[in-house]
C-alpha cells in the first residue's frame, strides 16, 4: 500500500508539473557569418541574446559551458550565437581591440546585421538585445553597448573591460594586463560612439580575482566607466553567494549596474558546465544571475 501511495503522488506531481520539451539548437549561416541558434521550444518572449564566446571558444562549447540553453529554455528567449574564424582572428577572438567600432562597420556591425536578420526571420516582437561575452565576447559585448545603444538593452560581461581600454593587438595586450585603462576617458568616447548623453542599459559585470590573463582591475576599470556613463549615484557592496556583490542605483533609486569578484576563480565562467572549456562551476551561476537581473527579474 505504501509502494502504491507513493506511485500515485510521483504521478500527480508528473501531471502537475509537466517537464518542457527541450529546444531546437542549429547552425546557420548568413552574409559569411556562421552561427549557431536556440530556439526554445515555447513561443519566444522578451529580446534576443547575442551569446559572445571567448579565445579559442566555439558557440557550440560556449553553449555547453555557460548553460545559456538551458536558461533561455526556462525564459522562452531565443538566444544567437555568433561564430568567430581562424580566418578573422587565428585564435578565434573577436577583434574588439580595432580601429572602428561603428554599428555598420566591422565585426559590431556584422553581429548587430545577424542580429537584425535573426529578429526578422523569427518574428520576435521585441526589438531588443541582451549581450552576453566571455573574455574577448566580454570586450565586444561593450563596444556593441557603446555602438547600439537604443538597441542593446542589457550586457553580461565575464573578464572583459572599458571601451577602448586597448587598440589594436599592442594595446589589447597591455589593457588585458590591467594598463592604460582610463574610466573618465573610456566613459566619453562610449557616449561619443553612443551619440548620446546617458546609456540607459543594464549591466552585470563579472570577474574572478584570480584571473591571469584579463587582470581584475579591469572590472574595476569598467565598473566605474559605466557607472559614469549611466549617472549612478549611488553603489552598495555586500558578500552574496561566496562573492563580492555591488550594485548601482540611479537617481530613482533603481538598480542599472551590479559587479561580482569571484574569489578563487581564474579566466572562467563562474557557475558553467565542467564539460565547457573555462568553467568554473564551483562560483555563483552566472548566466543565471545575469539574465534574471538584465530581465529585471
Not at 518572449?45 to 566555439?58: E, F, K, R
Not at 543594464?202 to 587582470?215: F, I, K, P, T, Y
Given at each position: 500500500m505504501?509502494?502504491r501511495a507513493?506511485?500515485?503522488m510521483?504521478?500527480?506531481?508528473?501531471?502537475?508539473?509537466?517537464?518542457?520539451?527541450?529546444g531546437t539548437f542549429?547552425?546557420?549561416?548568413?552574409?559569411?557569418?556562421?552561427?549557431a541558434?536556440?530556439?526554445p521550444?515555447?513561443?519566444?518572449?522578451?529580446p534576443?541574446?547575442?551569446a559572445?564566446h571567448g579565445c579559442w571558444?566555439?558557440?557550440?562549447?560556449?553553449?555547453?559551458?555557460?548553460?545559456?540553453?538551458e536558461?533561455?529554455?526556462?525564459?522562452?528567449?531565443?538566444?544567437?550565437?555568433?561564430?568567430?574564424?581562424?580566418r578573422?582572428?587565428?585564435?578565434?577572438c573577436w577583434?574588439?581591440?580595432?580601429?572602428?567600432?561603428?554599428?555598420?562597420?566591422?565585426?559590431?556591425?556584422?553581429?548587430?546585421?545577424?542580429a537584425?536578420?535573426?529578429?526578422?526571420?523569427?518574428?520576435?516582437?521585441?526589438p531588443?538585445?541582451?549581450?552576453?561575452?566571455f573574455?574577448?565576447g566580454?570586450?565586444?559585448?561593450?563596444n556593441?553597448?557603446?555602438?547600439?545603444?537604443?538597441v542593446?538593452?542589457?550586457?553580461?560581461?565575464?573578464?572583459?573591460?572599458?571601451?577602448?581600454?586597448?587598440?589594436?593587438a599592442?594595446?589589447?595586450?597591455?589593457?588585458?594586463?590591467?594598463?592604460?585603462?582610463?574610466?573618465g576617458?573610456?566613459?566619453?568616447a562610449c557616449?561619443?560612439?553612443?551619440?548620446?548623453?546617458?546609456?540607459?542599459?543594464?549591466?552585470?559585470?563579472?570577474?574572478?580575482?584570480?584571473?591571469?590573463?584579463?587582470n581584475?582591475t579591469?572590472?574595476s576599470?569598467?565598473?566605474?566607466?559605466?557607472a559614469?556613463?549611466?549617472?549612478?549615484?549611488?553603489?552598495?557592496?555586500?558578500p552574496?553567494?561566496?562573492?563580492?556583490h555591488?550594485?548601482?542605483?540611479d537617481?530613482?533609486?533603481?538598480?542599472?549596474?551590479?559587479?561580482?569578484?569571484?574569489p578563487g576563480?581564474g579566466?572562467?565562467?563562474?557557475?558553467?558546465?565542467v564539460?565547457?572549456?573555462?568553467?568554473?562551476?564551483?562560483?555563483?551561476?552566472?548566466?543565471?544571475?545575469?539574465?534574471?537581473?538584465?530581465?529585471?527579474?
Amino acid at each position: 500500500m505504501a509502494l502504491r501511495a507513493v506511485l500515485i503522488m510521483l504521478l500527480a506531481l508528473a501531471v502537475a508539473s509537466p517537464v518542457s520539451a527541450a529546444g531546437t539548437f542549429t547552425s546557420g549561416r548568413h552574409e559569411g557569418r556562421g552561427y549557431a541558434l536556440f530556439t526554445p521550444a515555447t513561443p519566444a518572449a522578451g529580446p534576443l541574446v547575442v551569446a559572445l564566446h571567448g579565445c579559442w571558444q566555439t558557440p557550440e562549447d560556449f553553449a555547453l559551458g555557460t548553460r545559456l540553453n538551458e536558461a533561455a529554455e526556462r525564459r522562452a528567449l531565443v538566444v544567437v550565437y555568433p561564430a568567430q574564424t581562424r580566418r578573422d582572428n587565428a585564435y578565434r577572438c573577436w577583434n574588439w581591440f580595432a580601429a572602428d567600432v561603428a554599428p555598420t562597420a566591422g565585426e559590431v556591425g556584422e553581429i548587430l546585421a545577424l542580429a537584425r536578420f535573426l529578429q526578422g526571420e523569427r518574428a520576435l516582437r521585441d526589438p531588443h538585445l541582451l549581450v552576453l561575452g566571455f573574455s574577448a565576447g566580454g570586450f565586444m559585448a561593450v563596444n556593441l553597448a557603446c555602438a547600439a545603444p537604443r538597441v542593446v538593452t542589457g550586457i553580461g560581461v565575464m573578464a572583459g573591460g572599458a571601451y577602448r581600454c586597448g587598440v589594436g593587438a599592442t594595446g589589447a595586450m597591455q589593457c588585458m594586463r590591467g594598463l592604460g585603462a582610463d574610466p573618465g576617458v573610456a566613459a566619453s568616447a562610449c557616449l561619443r560612439t553612443a551619440g548620446v548623453k546617458a546609456l540607459t542599459l543594464r549591466a552585470s559585470l563579472w570577474q574572478g580575482d584570480a584571473d591571469a590573463v584579463v587582470n581584475p582591475t579591469n572590472l574595476s576599470a569598467l565598473e566605474t566607466m559605466l557607472a559614469r556613463a549611466l549617472g549612478t549615484v549611488g553603489a552598495t557592496t555586500e558578500p552574496a553567494e561566496g562573492a563580492v556583490h555591488t550594485v548601482h542605483r540611479d537617481a530613482r533609486n533603481k538598480i542599472m549596474l551590479e559587479t561580482w569578484l569571484v574569489p578563487g576563480m581564474g579566466h572562467a565562467w563562474s557557475g558553467g558546465d565542467v564539460r565547457g572549456t573555462h568553467t568554473y562551476p564551483a562560483g555563483p551561476p552566472a548566466t543565471e544571475r545575469m539574465l534574471d537581473f538584465l530581465l529585471g527579474r
